[in-house]
């Protein structure tokens, strides 16, 4: 258990489908992030939010759109995907401070778009 | 454009003997560096970090070394064992507040019986 929650693990979806993504950290952190993992790449961060204000967006597609409603909830909102978007996907936490911080993740969802 | 570079995808160890993973960084403005285990199906777990203030950090069987005028990193485990076998990410960051997390694309350990 790290700490960091993420359902669904496993998520196949179509093209025209609408489905999100839920991340639930208790760690009692203040920063959270979505990446995203594709074969052979190295990790991507997408987006950052760093008390509950979003600080950070990679040049991601509008097709996914990020939600924090608050410190402890992190939402992927996902639309009109397409088949290259297929990838593991992670939430990750942290505590905001200077000197230095780790992330932590959950397990990830892995997202597959047909 | 990567900041932070594992040539190796994949690396072969005997059981028992050291493992040494490398990491090269092209951003002098990075000030923090980890390390991260990740088994398949499963998120990365922080394994160690360091900071540029130091050039070594051990934690049980881990060490990590920074050599900041090479801008390079590595981690050695000693004596590697079967529950190793993961993917190793090097990652690193700024020092400040607001600094995000880079990561390499890892290296894929396997340890050898």
């Known amino acids: 258990e790290t700490g960091v929650t993420q359902t669904p693990r496993h998520l196949v979806m179509g093209m025209t489908n609408k489905k999100s993504l839920k991340c639930e950290q208790h760690?009692?952190?203040?920063?959270m992030y979505w990446y995203k993992q594709s074969a052979k790449k190295p990790l991507e961060l997408m987006f950052v939010?760093?008390?509950?204000?979003?600080?950070e967006n990679n040049s991601v597609p509008s097709r996914f759109s990020p939600e924090c409603p608050n410190s402890s909830h992190l939402f992927l909102h996902l639309h009109t995907l397409q088949p290259e978007d297929s990838a593991l996907y992670l939430c990750?936490?942290?505590?905001?401070?200077?000197?230095?911080?780790?992330?932590?993740f959950g397990q990830g969802t892995r997202l597959t778009v047909v | 454009d990567q900041q932070v570079k594992q040539n190796s995808p994949s690396l072969s160890v005997q059981e028992g003997r050291i493992s040494i993973l490398n990491c090269d960084y092209t951003?002098?403005?990075?000030?923090?560096f980890l390390w991260y285990k990740k088994y398949p199906a499963e998120g990365p777990t922080f394994l160690i970090s360091?900071?540029?203030?130091?050039d070594k950090n051990e934690d049980g069987r881990f060490t990590v070394f920074l050599n900041k005028s090479a801008k390079h990193l590595s981690l050695h485990i000693v004596p590697s064992q079967p529950g190793d076998s993961a993917v190793y990410f090097c990652?690193?960051?700024?020092?400040?507040?607001?600094?995000?997390?880079?990561f390499g694309k890892g290296t894929r350990l396997h340890i050898l019986p």
């Open positions: 990750a936490s942290s505590a905001i401070r200077a000197g230095g911080t780790e992330a932590f």
């Open positions: 760690l009692g952190h203040n920063a």
């Open positions: 939010y760093s008390l509950e204000e979003r600080v």
């Open positions: 951003n002098s403005m990075f000030d923090y």
């Open positions: 360091i900071s540029s203030i130091k």
């Open positions: 990652a690193a960051s700024g020092m400040e507040r607001d600094d995000k997390i880079i």
